[in-house]
């Protein structure tokens, strides 16, 4: 099961600095009552919301992983626009980061990421999980947010007014946090109603 989904910033945005990322949309699945310790059950919902953007904060940390793959291919990253989504997602760095028990969740974690330009998109998994479905999972998503969202280029940080898009999205590709086997008949039947939806 996938456990959260993360869209954050890789490359500093102005207000933050050098060494900050900004965590521009969560989506958090699975039962919330089995990642709370006996003392945090008792937290108010305010409190309770406040802790999971701690943890998912903490995810972020793929940031440093996506930098060291960007440094380590030694390639220029070229700031692409509008409509050029697809050269995009071909120059893409990705990666798996493996998440030790109580970093930040109670128990081991994948987080599978995908670093787009100045955005960096993370899906975190149980470790059992099939990471080549995961992968294929998470670069649809982003090609949908990408062309359908328009994420790139300046203003990137408009991510948060489209969240209820993203909702949409995630529903439809990765209903209740759960990895679909799809064919490509339902794969194009998903993609055409995930772009009716985010066309409006």
Same mark, same amino acid.
Request: glycine share 6%; aromatic share 4%; proline share 2%.
């Given at each position: ?10 490359? +500093?945005?102005?207000?933050? *600095? $050098? ?6 949309? /969560? ?29 998912? *904060? ?14 380590? *291919? /030694?390639?220029?990253?070229?700031? =692409? ?6 050269? $995009?997602?071909?120059? $893409? ?10 970093? +930040?969740? =109670? ?48 203003? /990137? ?29 339902? =794969? ?5 109603? $995930? ?6």
């Amino acid at each position: 099961m996938v456990r959260c989904f993360l869209i954050h910033t890789v490359c +500093p945005v102005s207000a933050l *600095s $050098a060494g900050e990322s900004r965590v521009l949309y /969560s989506r958090v699945f699975g039962p919330d009552e089995s990642v709370l310790t006996e003392q945090q059950r008792e937290l108010s919902p305010e409190e309770r919301r406040l802790l999971h953007k701690e943890k998912i *904060s903490v995810v972020a940390q793929v940031r440093s992983a996506i930098f060291l793959s960007r440094e380590a *291919s /030694s390639q220029l990253l070229v700031e =692409t626009v509008l409509g050029e989504e697809a050269v $995009a997602m071909q120059d $893409a760095d990705s990666g798996v980061v493996h998440l030790r028990v109580g970093d +930040p969740f =109670t128990a081991e974690m994948s987080a599978l990421w995908l670093g787009v330009q100045s955005l960096g998109f993370t899906l975190v998994c149980e470790p059992h999980e099939n990471l080549l479905l995961a992968e294929g999972t998470l670069r649809n998503l982003t090609r949908h947010c990408l062309e359908n969202l328009h994420m790139l280029g300046q203003g /990137s940080e408009q991510v948060l007014l489209k969240s209820n898009r993203i909702d949409v999205l995630l529903s439809r590709l990765l209903s209740h946090g759960q990895l679909l086997f799809l064919n490509h008949r339902f =794969t194009q039947i998903l993609e055409k109603e $995930a772009s009716a939806y985010t066309a409006k």
